[in-house]
């Protein structure tokens, strides 16, 4: 069973910064945390920060020089550090993860945590 739990959000001024966490508290096997996307109020969700190919990042262009997503693959976490954080910043910032099982894709979201930046 897979239960994402993201943790780290919170109030923060223009300029500061936050670090969010994710982890897995379930005992599913072979979990690759691998993303970060926000939602932001009548928003569509949109993809955050990434891990593409191996150790190779991708960031959405609002955040790059900003934001960095980083792992601990003993523990199993994913990171993401936001630096000089905008209001435009402020949203519901979901992880997410996939495993594969017989051959087939299944991907997981955590319940979100929410930044607010204030100006």
């Known amino acids: 069973q897979v239960q994402l739990v993201e943790s780290g959000g919170g109030l923060v001024q223009a300029g500061g910064s936050l670090r969010l966490s994710c982890a897995d508290s379930?005992?599913?096997?072979?979990?690759?945390?691998r993303a970060w996307y926000r939602q932001a109020p009548g928003k569509p969700r949109d993809l955050v920060a990434e891990f593409t190919s191996g150790d190779n990042t991708n960031y959405a262009d609002s955040v790059k020089g900003r934001f960095t997503i980083s792992r601990d693959k003993v523990k199993n976490l994913v990171y993401l550090q936001m630096n000089r954080v905008k209001p435009e910043d402020t949203a519901v910032y979901y992880c997410?993860?996939?495993?594969?099982?017989?051959?087939?894709?299944?991907?997981?979201w955590g319940q979100g945590t929410q930044v607010t930046v204030s100006s």
């Open positions: 997410t993860g996939n495993r594969w099982v017989a051959g087939k894709r299944f991907d997981y």
């Open positions: 379930g005992t599913a096997a072979d979990l690759n945390l």
